[in-house]
């Protein structure tokens, strides 16, 4: 990889690219001056598209042809030019350092167990990959069974997914690699530690269900797009859910259920007495879904020839399968409940009307329920942080479970034919550790946490609330240091929810802790959109209302400036796909009110986002660029469109991974074109694009290291943060 890149930079230079002096004549690293800046030829093209009368100019729909010569070079040039800026802000070489120091913490997974094994993942501090360890009852100490790090020299591979066999002789587990959402499944003997020949293609869940018998297990495969192998970003094909039996060619799998709807989202789990094969599906990222079953009869010898039975087929609220007991099936559901309740249902008298109610909904939004033995583990958000509480079968209170902090429950495991389960617990301030929680004893008990670092008692996270636009009150989390002075002199870097009623709640981020000991502040706005408070809150910032979300934000923003935590351009926007087009709009509608813009593997082409991938999937969440009315509310709001006018642009960065296979870089590199063009201060508009990479669950660290030691570096010379004394 190394070699490859320094071909790469010798190709740059070739390009012609016209690249600033990195040293002045003192030989030490000086400020980079913006208004130099010369930015690689991006030719416009006279594509104009048409749909229904909305007429939507693309000029840059050449840069979307990824395997093109020209493509290829213009982004060679891009990321020569962003190198050459970064190398000469003096104070990257203490970032680098400080990046390195905060990612090199131990990270954990909460056990997922069989009865007489736990397994579990975890990562030292800075190895490219997480190791998988297996830690069986009669040992005393745990033992790495999977080892990616030992895959490849450079992280490139990963295991992103396990699923042990019922008794423990097999384990399956998932492989991306370079970052792709793509997985190659395996399975291993664990008795003899080696692997059987099968090899699973065409997987992007890691969810694998195994029936009791140990034979086998239930998964969903995607086809490839029409064209994939010319085109690996067309639009992902039809899902269907599959039984694989252990030891076999994946040709001889059974196919169990095929969806009517091609744009299906397919999910299949067995329940935990092996009775069942319950299957969820939904229309996209839709949050409604429909239910349908298989009685395998005997767990020991699964009928897979068994009928599928349809227990809600009307797709009109979220039906959440959480286990059963005998012909019962408990379910999370927003049926007659917004905010979700847990009922118990008769499958053979499935009607509303002979429902239990079980868990009833409160104004806290239920997010999810685990069973465990006798008692279920109900996990709501109160004001978008985590809270525990525990009840019986029938639906009697049987406590709370105290959780260290305001932060956020991210997994929970039960072990089965046991009374106690783990979770892991985070906020912004505690990195992830592992908790084990006794239901007799009624303790919490930690079982793995990360080293502490004693110096972040120097911060504090404070829940604010601010109005927005409409008059709305919206929920903000603020981390700063304890003895904070308001007198708006505090660099912040505000971030947003992305939408898809996903809630923002509190977690931990080596890169957002590198930040606050640079001096800044973090915020986290809870925009509609997202789903901290049911959904409600999800439907007003949705479809044609996503403008709303961007109201919440810059609302957010300029109530930070109002309380004088901060002032006008010492703001700095950030996100993530989704939530990167969040920022992006906010940025573009009030671009004086934001000194910075960082933007990671950015939604920014709201009129074509269905031509890629999973964009499709997308469509319950935005609209369809495919019908006039939804084309012409998306192009109100989209950032590469809105970035067309002729602004002065605060300093933005907009990064990419070239194989990105969830939000393709051609967003990344369309804006990025854009905003160049039609940048009309001196503040730099930079193209970072990571060779060879997707940023999914499988980006090794020493990337996503590098990527937040380049995102600090300009922000802190976007916001002029000062220099310790």
Request: contains cysteine; aromatic residues 10%; hydrophobic residues 40%.
């Amino acid at each position: 990889m190394r070699d490859s890149l320094v071909a790469r930079a010798r190709r740059f230079a070739v390009a012609g690219v016209a690249v600033a002096a990195v040293l002045g004549s003192s030989g030490k690293a000086q400020t980079p001056s913006a208004g130099s800046l010369k930015y690689p030829s991006s030719p416009r093209g006279g594509q104009l598209d048409d749909v229904g009368g909305v007429r939507v100019a693309d000029p840059y729909r050449w840069l979307e042809n990824l395997g093109s010569p020209d493509v290829r070079n213009w982004v060679a040039a891009q990321n020569s030019l962003t190198e050459s800026y970064l190398s000469q802000i003096p104070r990257r070489k203490e970032i680098q350092d400080l990046t390195t120091r905060e990612w090199n913490y131990t990270k954990l997974s909460a056990p997922f167990a069989t009865p007489d094994r736990l397994f579990y993942f975890e990562n030292g501090g800075l190895e490219n990959q997480s190791v998988l360890y297996m830690h069986e009852r009669t040992e005393s100490t745990p033992r790495a069974i999977i080892d990616a790090n030992t895959f490849s020299n450079e992280g490139l591979i990963a295991v992103v997914g396990a699923s042990p066999s019922p008794e423990s002789r097999y384990l399956a587990y998932a492989v991306s690699t370079h970052g792709s959402s793509w997985l190659t499944v395996r399975i291993r003997e664990l008795r003899t530690g080696q692997d059987l020949r099968d090899e699973l293609r065409g997987i992007k869940d890691c969810l694998l269900s195994w029936t009791k018998d140990e034979r086998g297990f239930f998964y969903v495969r995607v086809e490839q797009g029409r064209g994939f192998s010319s085109n690996p970003l067309v639009p992902d094909g039809k899902q269907r859910v599959y039984y694989h039996r252990a030891g076999r060619s994946q040709s001889d799998d059974q196919m169990m259920y095929e969806d009517a709807s091609p744009s299906a989202l397919l999910r299949a789990d067995v329940s935990d007495d092996g009775q069942y094969l319950v299957i969820t599906s939904r229309n996209g990222t839709e949050l409604h879904n429909r239910v349908a079953f298989i009685d395998l009869d005997n767990p020991k010898r699964p009928n897979l020839a068994a009928p599928i039975v349809k227990l809600f087929d009307t797709g009109d609220a979220v039906y959440d399968f959480v286990g059963s007991q005998g012909n019962v099936f408990f379910i999370r559901t927003t049926k007659g409940a917004p905010h979700a309740r847990l009922v118990g249902v008769d499958i053979n008298m499935p009607d509303p009307n002979y429902w239990t109610t079980i868990v009833r909904e409160t104004f806290d939004a239920l997010t999810w329920v685990r069973r465990v033995d006798d008692r279920f583990v109900v996990h709501r958000l109160h004001d978008a942080h985590s809270e525990l509480t525990l009840c019986s079968l029938d639906g009697g209170p049987r406590g709370t479970i105290p959780l260290p902090d305001v932060g956020t429950v991210t997994e929970l495991h039960p072990r089965p034919e046991s009374r106690d389960f783990f979770f892991t617990f985070t906020s912004f301030l505690r990195p992830p550790a592992v908790y084990r929680y006794d239901l007799d004893a009624r303790i919490i008990m930690v079982y793995k946490e990360a080293r502490p670092d004693t110096a972040i008692a120097q911060w504090e996270t404070t829940q604010l609330f601010f109005t927005s636009k409409d008059g709305s009150r919206v929920s903000m989390f603020m981390t700063a240091r304890r003895d904070i002075t308001l007198d708006g002199s505090h660099p912040t870097l505000l971030a947003g929810a992305p939408g898809f009623n996903l809630p923002v709640s509190p977690v931990y981020s080596p890169e957002i802790s590198a930040w606050l000991q640079l001096g800044g502040i973090y915020a986290v706005a809870n925009v509609r959109g997202g789903g901290e408070y049911g959904r409600s809150w999800h439907e007003q910032g949705a479809g044609s209302l996503k403008p709303v979300a961007v109201d919440d934000f810059i609302a957010a923003a300029d109530f930070l400036v109002n309380q004088r935590y901060t002032r006008a351009g010492s703001i700095a926007v950030t996100g993530h796909d989704h939530g990167a087009m969040l920022a992006a709009t906010a940025m573009l509608r009030r671009p004086e009110l934001f000194g910075a813009a960082v933007l990671d593997e950015g939604v920014f082409d709201m009129a074509r986002f269905n031509r890629f991938t999973v964009g499709p999937s997308w469509i319950a969440e935005y609209g369809s660029p495919d019908r006039p009315a939804d084309l012409r509310a998306l192009v109100s709001y989209s950032p590469l469109h809105a970035a067309e006018t002729e602004h002065v642009l605060p300093p933005t960065l907009i990064t990419v991974g070239d194989r990105d296979d969830i939000v393709p870089p051609i967003h990344g590199y369309k804006f990025a074109a854009t905003m160049q063009a039609s940048q009309r201060g001196s503040a730099p508009v930079l193209l970072r694009s990571d060779y060879d990479m997707g940023f999914g669950t499988g980006a090794p660290t020493s990337k996503l290291k590098a990527l937040s030691a380049a995102r600090l570096t300009f922000l802190v010379n976007a916001l002029h943060l000062p220099a310790p004394r």
